[in-house]
């Protein structure tokens, strides 16, 4: 059952390695304006031909990382430096390659009671989910029941300011352009699964919204202009496969399954078992089940093919690692999300720097992604995609990326249910969680109160 898994103690797993470095911003821009070079749609795009005008902020983030950084063993208080040179170390100066989402070795008894107490709750929401979801098209097709309107040019807009995909911006317009409020997102080396259902990956993904309306203004992958409709479908499946992935793989260097925090922080060493087991549910048990779905008709062949397109586009969204998104800030005004974000991550790096000794061996920066932002990421998409039914799965071109959209948000992207222990950071009882709700949910209570200790959906 452990396959390549090994502890973070092990010198070849990839987390006994430091966090791999986000990739260079100035790096991405010019990989986003040579991709542009390609396609004629992009010749006069004022934003791309202004991206290099933005500024960097990197002295603030940079000491926040130096905070949050991890310490040298897995095992607390005095038993490090023993246990440290028994069993091995930490590597503090290497950092990875890329990342990955699901290396980490979980013992038998962690694994059976993950199977016992976590699987057959999944197990009933995708179930339950994906029933409904087959029901409510069955309806909908013979014409027994009417969907909500969907306004898809404010659902591009909140797709990409309401979630961790807002890292894609990188552009705006002037403050006098005649074009208004516009800002840019762009997505190079872009992975998607074409109407063929193979997958495939285009030079540039582009979007630009209106922050003033909060409105889709315009879209294009490579050479084709696109509609809101089928640019919602590219932004609600980049989150499922490519970009919410980044999340669940930096969370393995946020986490810590040694023994001996049974005594030390019993409800942090629990929060890493979860996780580590969700990430395997995650990466090596979802495409199992594409079968099944093809089976009873929610999905294309293709997706359960020998190929397996869909994890393909989530390898390439891991292997792309983290690029530097500083420049983020500038939408703190237009975003809820972003604004909360910014502000919590300040203050959960400060907490954590207090109380680095209660985490051994845990990168801070890696555990607010695999709490905060992990947690956050599920929340909005369940508010923001209000109806699965809103993903047009008879869009010539991209309606099988709409099918899996439609599984995901009926099954996988709500709060797990049935769950005996506790996983929010309000009414933990524990001294770090709790102070970091308390300050979070003074700028944002509804937002804190989703807050989730470790990744369980």
């Known amino acids: 059952m452990s396959g390549q898994r090994v502890t973070r103690r092990n010198k070849s797993s990839p987390s006994n390695l430091k966090l791999p470095d986000m990739k260079r911003m100035s790096e991405n821009k010019q990989r986003i304006v040579e991709n542009s070079k390609f396609h004629e749609l992009f010749d006069d795009c004022e934003l791309i031909n202004s991206m290099f005008g933005l500024k960097e902020t990197k002295r603030r983030n940079s000491l926040f990382r130096e905070r949050a950084m991890r310490t040298i063993s897995l095992t607390p208080g005095k038993l490090a430096s023993l246990r440290g040179s028994v069993m091995g170390s930490l590597n503090m100066v290497e950092p990875a390659k890329e990342l990955d989402m ?8 962690d694994f059976l009671w993950a199977y016992t107490f976590i699987g057959p709750c999944s197990y009933y929401l995708w179930k339950k989910g994906t029933l409904m979801l087959r029901l409510r098209d069955y309806l909908s097709s013979n014409g027994y029941i009417t969907p909500a309107p ?50 495939r990956v285009a030079d540039l993904f582009a979007v630009e919204i209106d922050l003033d309306t909060k409105k889709f203004v315009d879209g294009k992958l490579d050479d084709l202009v696109l509609n809101a409709s089928e640019t919602m479908i590219l932004l609600w499946f980049n989150t499922i496969a490519a970009q919410h992935v980044k999340l669940h793989s930096t969370a393995n260097w946020g986490l810590n399954l040694d023994e001996t925090l049974e005594d030390v922080n019993p409800f942090f060493r629990r929060n890493s078992v ?5 990430n395997f549910f995650g990466y090596t048990c979802f495409n199992r089940f594409m079968r099944i779905w093809a089976d009873e008709g929610m999905v294309s062949e293709g997706w359960a093919n020998e190929d397996k397109p869909f994890v393909q586009c989530v390898n390439h969204g891991i292997e792309d690692n983290v690029w530097q998104h500083s420049q983020i800030k500038e939408l703190v005004k237009y975003s809820d999300f972003i604004h909360f974000v910014v502000s919590v991550r300040a203050i959960f790096m400060s907490e954590f720097a207090k109380c680095k000794h209660m985490f051994p061996g845990t990168d801070g920066e890696a555990m607010f992604v695999g709490t905060v932002l992990h947690s956050l990421d599920h929340t909005l998409m369940d508010w923001n995609m209000v109806d699965p039914l809103w993903l047009d799965v008879d869009d010539p071109r991209f309606g099988k990326m709409a099918e899996v959209g439609r599984v995901v948000k009926a099954g996988f992207v709500s709060d797990v249910p049935g769950l005996y222990f506790h996983k929010r950071f309000k009414g933990s009882g524990h001294p770090f969680y709790e102070t970091v709700y308390a300050k979070a949910a003074k700028i944002n209570k509804k937002l804190a109160d989703h807050m989730d200790t470790c990744i369980i959906k």
């Open 274 to 278: 979860v996780t580590v087991m969700y």
């Open 150 to 199: 969907c306004d898809y040019e404010s659902m591009c807009a909140t797709l990409l300011l309401e979630q961790t995909q807002a890292i894609h911006y990188y552009a705006r317009t002037n403050p006098d352009s005649e074009r208004g409020n516009v800002a840019g997102f762009y997505f190079a080396n872009f992975p998607y699964v074409d109407e063929n259902c193979e997958y």
């Open 102 to 109: 699901d290396h980490v070795y979980v013992g038998f008894f």
